[in-house]
């Protein structure tokens, strides 16, 4: 399992910007393929952003265009920029990782709010 830390949550007005952080405690971190997830109010946890070892990156339609994941593996770090915000992307945000043929990690952080204001 891996221990993830997630940071860089807070209150933004919509249409603003944010950038969240999530350090992972594995030593083969450059090996897993990374996601951001997040959880609105009373409904399930969702993809938002992946990224595999090899840097190719994945998006959920809600926000394609708007959010960018990236990755340093010196720094065993992913990072979720997030531009033009919107009231709907408020929630809990977490981190995970997973092998590139295995499932997400049962093991969540205590993740980051993100509010944006209308």
């Known amino acids: 399992q891996v221990e993830l830390v997630e940071s860089g949550g807070g209150l933004v007005q919509s249409g603003g910007s944010l950038s969240l952080s999530c350090a992972a405690s594995r030593t083969d971190f450059n090996l897993l393929v990374m996601g951001w997830f997040r959880q609105h109010s009373g409904k399930e946890r969702e993809l938002v952003a992946s990224i595999t070892p090899g840097t190719s990156t994945n998006y959920g339609d809600a926000v394609k265009g708007r959010f960018t994941i990236s990755r340093d593996d010196a720094k065993n770090m992913v990072y979720l920029q997030m531009t033009s915000l919107k009231p709907e992307d408020t929630a809990v945000y977490y981190c995970?990782?997973?092998?590139?043929?295995?499932?997400?990690?049962?093991?969540w952080g205590q993740g980051t709010m993100v509010t944006v204001s209308a």
């Open positions: 995970n990782a997973r092998s590139v043929y295995g499932d997400w990690g049962r093991l």
